[in-house]
């Protein structure tokens, strides 16, 4: 699957999920981190009024290519000039950066984001798990909690490969054996739309009875 990543090949959600579904027990953080890049790509589309400014444009530009200081710049050049940014930028500028490995920085946006605004959400699972998963990495529980506690997925969204990310988020107290903050985080897990509690969502809770 890494050769398919570098070689630009992308799967299907239906694809990604059948792949899940048939590794059951043989997932690892690897392969579930591959199949989200081959599921989902890099990359973030936007569909640009023809209002907006040309600078808004090489913002997303920048977004696109991945380039985030360059993006960081310009939305900082932006906000000097009080441009008025569409609701979501700033779930998109975490998931950048998240991208990136610079997860304090994402941490940063986050915060402004819930100053800005008490009811900050966020309603792409996908971007939250996968925020989520980089604080896990770092051991930051708390963390990760509060920005789970930020998902509103709307009803239409079902994203399949989500499901993947969530076996990730469950794993992470199944490993350290903690059946406490399973329990915890499959109570989460379970009330958010669209997860899929298949064989493979559930066999973090296996592994800890087995591991006893």
Same mark, same amino acid.
């Given at each position: 699957?890494? @050769?398919l990543h570098k @070689?630009?090949?992308v799967v299907s959600n239906k694809a990604a999920a059948s792949i899940q579904c048939k590794l059951e027990n043989s997932?690892?953080?690897e392969i579930s981190e591959l199949l989200d890049k081959l599921c989902a790509g890099d990359s973030f589309e936007y569909q640009e009024?023809?209002?907006r400014a040309a600078e808004f444009k090489e913002l997303w530009d920048a977004v696109n290519d991945g380039d985030e200081e360059k993006a960081l710049k310009i939305k900082c050049d932006l906000q000097n000039k @009080?441009? =008025?940014f569409p609701k979501g930028l700033s779930v998109v500028f975490i998931d950048l950066l =998240?991208?990136?490995n610079r997860l304090d920085d994402a941490w940063v946006i986050f915060n402004e984001a819930i100053a800005e605004n008490s009811d900050f959400r966020i309603s792409s699972p996908v971007k939250c798990l996968m925020f989520t998963n980089a604080l896990l990495k770092s051991d930051r529980v708390d963390d990760a %909690? %509060?920005? %789970?506690?930020? %998902?509103?997925v709307p009803k239409e969204d079902r994203n399949l490969n989500v499901a993947s990310l969530a076996w990730r988020f469950l794993n992470y107290p199944a490993e350290k054996g903690d059946e406490e903050l399973l329990n915890k985080f499959f109570d989460l897990v379970s009330n958010i739309p669209?997860?899929?509690m298949n064989s493979l969502v559930l066999s973090p809770l296996i592994k800890i009875k087995l591991n006893r």
């Open positions: 699957m890494s @050769a @070689a630009g090949v997932m690892t953080n009024p023809t209002s @009080a441009f =008025v =998240v991208k990136k %909690l %509060l920005v %789970l506690s930020k %998902l509103q669209g997860v899929p």
